[in-house]
Nanobody, 127 residues
Framework: VQLQASGGGSVQAGGSLRLSCAAS????????MAWFRQAPGKEREFVGA??????????YYADSVKGRFTISRDSAKNTVYLQMNSLKFEDTAVYYC???????????????????WGQGTLVTVSS
């Protein structure tokens, strides 16, 4: 499966952006998927995840984004979205979507569990 992330850009603090992760070569709803981000000089950080449809499709979020970010899936478009509201300066990072071919136990926070990654899209939040 190939993933194409898009939707990044520059926004002022308090603003919103919606990132997209479009898949080809596979049906996205059959994969466990997640969003991670990486700020300059930092390690890749878990943002949120969604279980595959066969496992219930539940979502999980990092505490730092809970209540502000929402993951959703449009099966007809084979695309997953990350709606980001009330953006903060510290949300500035390159955002990556990743998918895993199997059910993941727990909160799905480990980057090494994901087999395929999109190329990343840059989000810059100015204070």
């Amino acid at each position: 499966v190939q993933l194409q992330a898009s939707g990044g850009g520059s926004v002022q603090a308090g603003g919103s952006l919606r990132l997209s992760c479009a898949a080809s070569g596979g049906t996205l709803s059959r994969y466990s998927m997640a969003w991670f981000r990486q700020a300059p000089g930092k390690e890749r950080e878990f943002v949120g995840a969604m279980r595959r449809s066969g496992s219930g499709g539940a979502t999980y979020y990092a505490d730092s984004v809970k209540g502000r970010f929402t993951i959703s899936r449009d099966s007809a478009k084979n695309t997953v979205y990350l709606q980001m509201n009330s953006l903060k300066f510290e949300d500035t990072a390159v955002y990556y979507c990743g998918v895993a071919e199997r059910h993941l136990a727990g909160l799905m926070t480990r980057a090494s569990d994901y087999h395929y990654w999109g190329q990343g899209t840059l989000v810059t939040v100015s204070s």
